[in-house]
């Protein structure tokens, strides 16, 4: 297991397109979590999952976000009728909690995206 | 609501100097996590150093170090003798019941 990987690395798509991006975690981790990345900006929570459970979804994700992680293992972030403000990196994370503390994340290289 | 603060968005060190980063946080939650974590430019995020609210032993990985303050709700990092792969994005983060909370970033810059 070699850590996070995204899929894809880049993607530029035409504003009102639908995108969808690929998250693979770490197999022994249990939570997994998508962030977004402006630039010069810190990682702002989307959602999480702990195993297959989407537990929090953040306020700011408008409807045409969804997240999905079937049978717990890896995650897909489906973007429908993209924006130009959508514009941004897409961070997964995943990480390992329960009983003997949080060990934080670890983060995948991210996935670019841009709407044109 | 927790809260993040990096007041310092860009940063400066000389080569084998000491640099410290500044983090405050605000939080009601008695058990917590605080990280510092290191973006290079065009790379991946990466763990640096965490530190346990309820210890009050400042953490410590070889050039990197915190001063947790926990009744100020402060946690800077110090980096000592500084390195050229030491320029990158630093954010503190803080892990409560079931999320992460970023700060804004502090870029650091190593002058050779």
């Known amino acids: 297991d070699t850590g996070v990987s995204q899929d894809p690395r880049h993607k530029i798509t035409k504003r009102g397109q639908n995108v969808t991006f690929r998250c693979d975690p770490i197999?022994?981790?249990?939570?997994l979590y998508w962030y977004r990345q402006t630039l010069g900006q810190g990682p702002e929570f989307l959602t999480y999952f702990q195993n297959e459970a989407q537990l929090e979804k953040s306020r700011l994700l408008s409807d045409r976000f969804s997240a999905e992680r079937p049978k717990g293992s890896f995650s897909t972030l489906e973007i429908q009728r993209t924006e130009q403000g959508d514009s941004a990196m897409y961070l997964c994370?995943?990480?390992?909690?329960?009983?003997?503390?949080?060990?934080?994340?670890?983060f995948g290289s991210g996935t670019r995206l841009t709407v044109v | 609501a927790q809260t993040v603060t990096q007041s310092q968005p860009e940063m400066s060190v000389q080569e084998a100097e000491t640099v410290t980063l500044s983090c405050t946080y605000d939080t009601s939650e008695s058990n917590y996590y605080l990280f510092w974590y290191k973006q290079p430019p065009s790379r991946q995020m990466i763990l640096v150093i965490r530190q346990e609210a309820y210890k009050q032993q400042n953490a410590t990985e070889n050039r990197f170090s915190v001063n947790f303050q926990k009744a100020a709700k402060s946690f800077s990092l110090k980096i000592s003798d500084s390195q050229l792969g030491d320029t990158a994005m630093y954010f503190c983060a803080f892990s409560g019941s079931n999320q992460f909370y970023f700060g804004t970033g502090t870029s650091l810059t190593v002058i050779p």
């Open positions: 994370a995943s990480s390992l909690a329960g009983g003997q503390g949080d060990y934080g994340y670890t």
């Open positions: 197999s022994e981790h249990n939570r």
